[in-house]
């Protein structure tokens, strides 16, 4: 359990195709294999073709059982471990870990419980406490993460006062031990639970992947009584586990810093330090959380089965008189509904000097109104089984509240004093900013979006597209409340807002209560059509930054489609024949000739511009190499176009991956919205399959032309640099 699962370089090198094949022939049979099959088609033909496959005779070694090794017993921990490290970080990370028992252990339930009191939702007492109160996180996180024979509970920080913030989260550990839990927040966590495990069963992947582990774990009904088992954890057994699990003997640290960092930073460097430094102030730290109980319907949700399918209506368009348009989506098949409700703009008004401003409003919105708390905001939203989420989106912002089907009014009542009553207040600002400056650091730690975002800088310029929706570090640090008010006033107050609903909601019936708050003469349309175009002009562009790691990325692109643009489709079926597994560039750069472990081309598609690029990854000595492998791959399909199969397969492969993506109602919702936005109506979601099926060879080849003309490319590369 302690080696990383893709290995050690040393190890993976001394592997011979004798080694891989061996284990192959072990494992993979059968005998050894549990398959799980999702979604729409024909029983008999399909099960047929399982047994053609994987079917064999009685005498057949197919059918045997697998001779499996026999891991070696955990050991129980006796006394508290500790690790340090200095890493190309930007703030420091600590993660706190505790062995526990297995999954199908009695107490695992309650362990789940626990992570959840501690880490989900914004109520929780990791972000209620040491983020939002105390201000001693970025983030935290608890989860307990269970197999067949044991299992870890870990916590997970990310903080700039790590000294500080190991004694808070500790403290709210022994807080538990000593003080228990409240009834509220036992309910609280069994809902958050229940709204994320229905969340899996949304999609044929996570379906299948459920009755796959369960059937693994002995029984694949384990996943009908699953809700059913959470419901019955109590407070006693939560400070139980607590108890005998969560204690210092049973204890590992490992504290991750920045390598630039100076010997300021007040951080133990040893299991002595970390006793006295950390354990030993954790009682004195120690709080007890007083405050009076809100209702909460304790009531978990029933589904009649795992494998429940019922089909989803057409979307339908309701209008408020004075107020917004209400698209919905009625599907019934879980006890899920998520309501969107968006405006047009923010981000694309935003400038140099101010950007970032709408991210921070919205957020600081959620810190308290004239009526609720910032914590009775967030333990009202959860009390309902709700959840929400905040979208800014290039061309439009708003929220989006995904919660538990019967569950959702209170939840819309707190949203809609939310969207109408924010108080702003200085100290909740300041907040929000620290964590919003923590989140434009930390994108620099990401291989993947940190060159994204910086290839659209080099593409769009001055554009607002070209701009992270978090801002720079400089624009945040100058943002004032007064400037966030006013912000809200022009961009959000006055604004028609559109509203998206996906889900079992009965939509009509909830919007109804809603209808003459989100009714108001002042409101007026916001044209998105009338904001400025992106438009780089046709030149190359090059960016280059060097840091300090062990690979390199590069995003080679040009400006590319907007939504409501018939282009699109052809780039979406160019995209999905150039890359991933078995695409174009990924077989010719990283199968063919081993020169990245990773290719990938994507579309970014807005209503006022758009983007299409290629992203690799790889050892910094291949950079020239990959950069000449793309372009030759590049210009041979603008000069000689795809073949028959590319095609076809790709566009079955477009039409998937979007069903797929329509599974989630967060992602429906979002969906229908980009569509009102961009111009190119709600028809264009329902008829995409059919405009993907449509797309010609003839399509991709100009589409390449066009948009991957010589004299148009950019390039952003994050140069990484090697230490001896």
Not at 525 to 543: C, F, L, Q, W, Y
């Amino acid at each position: 359990m302690r080696r990383w699962r893709i290995g050690t370089e040393p190890g993976l090198r001394a592997l011979t195709r004798d080694d891989v094949a061996a284990y192959f022939e072990r494992y993979y049979k059968p005998s050894n294999i549990i398959l799980s099959i999702v979604g729409q088609f024909d029983r008999d033909a399909m099960i047929a073709e399982v047994i053609r496959l994987y079917g064999g005779s009685a005498e057949s070694s197919e059918v045997k059982p697998v001779d499996r090794d026999v891991s070696p017993s955990e050991p129980q921990q006796t006394s508290t471990r500790f690790a340090f490290q200095k890493g190309p970080i930007e703030e420091t990370r600590v993660s706190l870990g505790f062995h526990t028992p297995g999954i199908l252990a009695p107490e695992a339930h309650a362990l789940e419980v626990l992570a959840a009191i501690l880490s989900s939702g914004r109520a929780s007492r990791f972000n209620q406490y040491l983020r939002d109160q105390q201000g001693l996180v970025t983030s935290a996180s608890a989860s307990s993460d269970a197999f067949e024979n044991l299992g870890y509970f870990e916590i997970g920080i990310t903080t700039e006062k790590p000294l500080d913030a190991q004694i808070a989260a500790l403290a709210e550990l022994e807080s538990i031990r000593k003080y228990g839990v409240s009834d509220e927040a036992i309910a609280r966590a069994k809902a958050v639970i229940a709204q994320e495990f229905l969340a899996q069963l949304e999609t044929v992947d996570g379906t299948a992947k459920n009755l796959a582990l369960s059937q693994a774990l002995g029984d694949w009904k384990r996943s009908d009584t699953y809700l059913e088992e959470i419901g019955k954890v109590t407070a006693a057994q939560v400070i139980d586990v607590a108890r005998k699990y969560l204690t210092d003997s049973n204890l590992s640290v490992f504290v991750y810093v920045p390598e630039g960092i100076g010997s300021s930073l007040r951080v133990p460097q040893s299991v002595q330090d970390l006793r006295s430094m950390v354990l030993a102030k954790v009682a004195d730290a120690t709080p007890r959380h007083q405050e009076t109980e809100l209702p909460v319907d304790a009531k978990m949700p029933v589904i009649a089965s795992s494998i429940m399918v019922e089909s989803v209506k057409p979307v339908e368009k309701r209008s408020i008189l004075r107020g917004p348009d209400v698209y919905i989506v009625e599907d019934r098949s879980l006890p899920l509904v998520s309501f969107g409700i968006f405006y047009p703009g923010g981000r694309l008004s935003e400038t140099a000097e101010n950007s970032g401003i709408t991210e921070l409003m919205l957020r600081s919105a959620l810190r308290g109104t004239t009526r609720y708390s910032s914590a009775e905001i967030a333990r009202r939203l959860e009390n309902s089984g709700a959840q929400i989420q905040v979208y800014n989106d290039p061309d439009f912002f708003g929220y989006v509240l995904s919660g538990l089907g019967g569950k959702m009014n209170q939840a819309l009542e707190v949203l809609i004093n939310v969207l109408q009553q924010p108080r702003f207040d200085p100290e909740g600002l300041e907040r929000e900013k620290t964590l919003q400056l923590s989140r434009i650091r930390n994108l620099r730690e990401d291989n993947y979006a940190y060159p994204v975002r910086l290839f659209l800088q080099t593409l769009f310029g001055e554009h607002p597209y070209s701009r992270p929706g978090i801002g720079t570090a400089e624009s945040v640090a100058r943002l004032k409340v007064d400037d966030v008010r006013k912000w809200f006033e022009d961009n959000e107050r006055k604004t028609k807002p559109l509203i998206v609903i996906a889900g079992d909601s009965n939509g009509t019936a909830l919007v109804a209560p809603l209808a003459e708050r989100l009714t108001n003469v002042d409101l007026v349309d916001r044209e998105i059509s009338r904001m400025p175009v992106a438009n780089p002009a046709r030149v190359k562009g090059e960016t280059v930054q060097s840091i300090s790691r062990q690979q390199t990325a590069m995003v080679y692109g040009s400006s590319g489609a907007t939504l409501n643009n018939a282009d699109r489709f052809a780039l979406i079926v160019f995209q999905n024949i150039v890359s991933g597994l078995g695409g174009r560039f990924f077989d010719v750069i990283r199968d063919k000739q081993g020169l990245a472990y990773t290719v990938s081309t994507s579309n970014a598609f807005f209503t006022r511009g758009g983007a299409v690029y290629t992203y690799s990854a790889f050892s910094p000595e291949n950079e020239a190499a990959v950069r000449t492998s793309l372009e030759q791959e590049i210009e041979n399909i603008r000069k000689n176009g795809v073949t028959p199969e590319e095609l076809r397969k790709a566009v079955a492969f477009s039409i998937g991956d979007h069903e797929m993506d329509m599974q989630s109602r967060d992602s429906t919702v979002l969906e229908y919205a980009r569509a009102v936005y961009s111009g190119a109506g709600v028809a264009s979601v329902t008829k995409y399959s059919d405009s993907i099926s449509k797309v010609t060879a003839e399509q991709i080849q100009a589409a390449a032309e066009k948009y991957f003309n010589p004299a148009g490319i950019r390039v952003a590369v994050i140069r990484g640099e090697k230490k001896n």
